[in-house]
């Protein structure tokens, strides 16, 4: 009976919160914009002025930022290459509600991964949330399929050595530019029209790189943990 | 404007509850809980970007991170044969002397108990390799063993007594506690009650107060008298101990533990 009681007090409260939230979207009302937020738009051709300003106006800012989280994927590995691989562990069993539902919500979570990379510069998302989100869709297929499947997949040792690839090739985008002329950390692409997918290639460029650097780095720290740690 | 109050009233409220939390995984999940409402309250202030990535971070990836880290250390694993009486399988439910006070010890840890059973001379072995924290099970009659103890807490003793020709009772007259028959036992007869009383004396609990919990480490595991195990693979969930109960006297022979 206490059970029944708190399960409904819970689920009222969830919908409760989605109903605050769904009613209060200030992207329903659709907020007028200043001159300086349309001007950016079109300077950068992104209509999230968020993406428009951490990888257009303050691309020096992100950069820095991908040195963060590199720096912190080494941290990780670095101290758990240390310890002893726990694969003599006994796995724990994972139940078969949680199997079979991580087998359907991996695809999903992975598309809204990719989604929030591709269109990062249209409609809120980027690079970082995509990476993550992606990353919880792999934990997810790791749950369903097993870890030493997907780590095979994914063809093991390669994918590390793209990870400590792909930030050279984030600021060699970021460099480039100045071989045609334009100042460094510009963009390198042309600006399209503001709205459209192809509108800020350079931004789409930048978030597909970055999404795909967050999603290796965190698979390797997630592997690492299941790896030395013994989870999953 | 009174959404976001609530919702920034909320925040606090949850993390406070989240922070008491006596059981890891209600902790976890109050964080995530945290991290959702932090999420809503984003969006509602014209930061769907930040929502997003919060939504992603805290309240997916990290969450799960945290309960995949708790799902060794956060319970409690022991492993036993099944003794009836002190750990037994009934209904699908473990029953018992020993699984109630295994119930107790794991709800004052904040950890989730569970039980394995596995056969009396895989226990060392199981607890040797860190695959379990604790045995239990009436472990009295394991040989050499190389593990902690725990002390002298309850003094109980289960019997099995050899029938005896003039020993067998009418069927109406034996004794109300002796209701489960065993396979190769009879009734225990009022007259074999000394020996029973003789067995119940010898019973040992030692180490019980020492055993730290999950939160000590292997760092601290030098005193062990068990070196070999917890220096190749520390047991995830702290040191290694074997509850004992029941602990019957090896020269009388009338009557062997059900462990033996």
């Known amino acids: ?30 907020g007028s914009r200043s001159n300086d937020t349309i001007q950016l738009a079109t300077e950068t051709g ?24 590199t720096v912190a994927v080494i941290g990780v590995r ?17 139940s078969h509600v949680l199997q079979a539902s991580a087998q359907i919500l991996y695809p999903l979570t992975l598309i809204l991964g990719l989604y929030l990379a591709l269109f990062g510069h249209l409609s809120p998302g980027g690079g970082f949330s995509g990476g993550v989100v992606a990353a919880s869709g792999l934990l997810l297929c790791v749950m369903s399929i097993g870890v030493e499947t997907v780590y095979r997949r994914l063809s093991g040792a390669g994918i590390e050595r793209l990870e400590w690839a792909l930030p050279m090739v984030i600021v060699v985008v970021c ?27 350079s931004i789409l460029l930048l978030n597909v790189l970055i999404g795909l650097k967050v999603l290796i780095g965190s698979w390797m720290v997630l592997y690492a943990f299941i790896r030395h740690r013994g989870e999953i | 404007m009174i959404s ?12 406070a509850v989240s922070l008491f939390q006596r059981r890891r995984l209600s902790a976890v999940i109050g964080m995530g809980l945290f991290s959702l409402v932090l999420a809503a309250t984003y969006l509602l202030h014209s930061s769907p970007d930040v929502a997003v990535t919060e939504a992603a971070i805290g309240a997916a990836l990290v969450t799960i991170i945290y309960v995949l880290a708790i799902r060794r250390t956060g319970r409690l694993l022991v492993v036993g044969d099944e003794v009836p009486g002190l750990l037994a399988l009934e209904g699908g439910e473990f029953v018992g002397l020993e699984v109630d006070i295994l119930a107790g010890f794991a ?30 099970g009436g472990l009295s009659a394991v040989p050499a063993i190389r593990l902690h103890r725990s002390r002298d807490h309850l003094p109980t003793a289960l019997v099995r007594l050899r029938p005896e020709a003039d020993d067998r009772l009418p069927p109406e007259e034996s004794p109300a506690t002796d209701r489960c028959e065993y396979p190769g036992t009879s009734p225990i007869s009022s007259r074999r009650s000394s020996a029973v009383n003789r ?30 195990a917890s220096r190749s693979s520390p047991p995830p969930g702290g040191r290694t101990c074997v509850i004992s109960s029941a602990r019957t006297s090896p020269s009388s022979s009338a009557a062997g533990a059900w462990t033996t």
């Open chain 1, 78 to 94: 670095f101290y758990l290459l240390r310890r002893p691989s726990s694969a003599r562990a006994a796995p724990i069993p994972e």
């Open chain 2, 4 to 15: 976001r109050t609530v919702l920034l009233l909320l925040l606090p409220v949850i993390a």
């Open chain 1, 175 to 201: 460099v480039l530019p100045v071989l045609f002329g334009r100042p460094i950390l510009s963009s390198l692409l042309p600006v399209g029209r503001a709205g459209r997918f192809f509108g800020s290639s």
């Open chain 1, 46 to 69: 992104a209509t999230n002025l968020v993406s428009a300003i951490y990888l257009g106006a303050r691309l020096y800012d992100t950069l820095f930022e991908v040195l963060v989280f």
């Open chain 2, 107 to 136: 709800r004052r840890l904040g950890l989730d108990l569970s039980i394995q059973i596995a056969p009396l001379c895989d226990v060392e072995t199981i607890l040797l390799r860190g695959d379990a924290d604790l045995g239990a």
């Open chain 1, 1 to 30: 009976m206490r059970r029944i009681v708190r399960t409904t007090l819970a689920v009222a409260l969830s919908l409760a919160a989605c109903g605050i939230v769904i009613f209060n979207h200030p992207i329903a009302e659709g």
């Open chain 2, 199 to 228: 067995l119940k004396r010898r019973s040992t609990w030692r180490a019980f107060s020492r055993f730290r919990g999950p939160t000590s480490r292997h760092g601290e595991s030098t005193d062990s008298p068990c070196p070999g």
